[in-house]
Structures are given as structure tokens and as C-alpha cells.
């Protein structure tokens, strides 16, 4: 079992930037952020290869976030810029065992952190 402990969350004005991190302990394949608002579905965000490093992003933060990883840290990180109030909401690094088809679906992620809030003022 992964085990996953996320940071950096917080408040911030409308176009700032903060950085989240997860740190993971045990085997993935590959990594995600997710994030739901208050009366919303969990959202996937974006992902991440633990081999190879291949991204890819939901078409709300696409151009705005990064996903990146320090496999030497054995962390994770979600870089946000140009925030928006709409971004606001709890944040999670989630963990699969996959080395393909990592779609940015809740059920192909088994292990999961406990979340951050991330809340943005307009």
C-alpha cells in the first residue's frame, strides 16, 4: 500500500500561485492530483508516469498548472499559476499501480492522501 501526505495548500489572492506537494512512500506507476469543490465530484486534474514522466491535464488547468516529480524525493508536486476562485476546493495526490492507460478516473487510483484545501479569492 502507498501511503501519500499532501502540503502547500492555503489561501491566495485570485492570479497568484501555490505549490502542493504529496509525499509518497511505496511503488506507483503512476501519480494524479484530483481536487473537488464543495457540492461537486472529485475532479482529475492531471497525471503523471512514475517512468518516463508523460503529463497530461484536464482541460480546466491546462496552460496554468504543472505536475511534476522528484523520484529522488519520492515527491510530488502541482505547481498552480494564474489561480482562479473556480480552482478553489480540497485537493488529493492519488496513487495506481498502472503503467498504462492512467486515465484521470477516481477508480483507477488506489491509494490516496488525505488532501489539502486550496481556496482562492477573487
Known amino acids: 500500500q502507498v501511503q501519500l501526505v499532501e502540503s502547500g495548500g492555503g489561501s491566495v489572492q485570485a492570479g497568484g500561485s501555490l505549490r502542493l506537494s504529496c509525499a509518497v512512500s511505496g511503488s506507483t506507476g503512476c501519480m494524479a492530483w484530483f481536487r473537488q469543490a464543495p457540492g461537486k465530484e472529485r475532479e482529475g486534474i492531471a497525471r503523471?508516469?512514475?517512468?518516463?514522466?508523460?503529463?497530461a491535464y484536464a482541460d480546466s488547468v491546462k496552460g496554468r498548472f504543472t505536475i511534476s516529480q522528484d523520484n529522488a524525493k519520492r515527491t510530488l508536486y502541482l505547481q498552480m499559476d494564474s489561480l482562479k476562485p473556480e480552482d478553489t476546493g480540497m485537493y488529493y495526490c492519488?496513487?495506481?499501480?498502472?503503467?498504462?492507460?492512467?486515465?484521470?478516473?477516481?477508480?483507477?487510483?488506489?491509494?490516496w492522501g488525505q488532501g489539502t484545501q486550496v481556496t482562492v479569492s477573487s
Open positions: 492519488a496513487a495506481s499501480g498502472r503503467t498504462l492507460l492512467c486515465y484521470l478516473a477516481s477508480s483507477v487510483f488506489n491509494d
Open positions: 503523471i508516469y512514475t517512468t518516463g514522466g508523460a503529463t
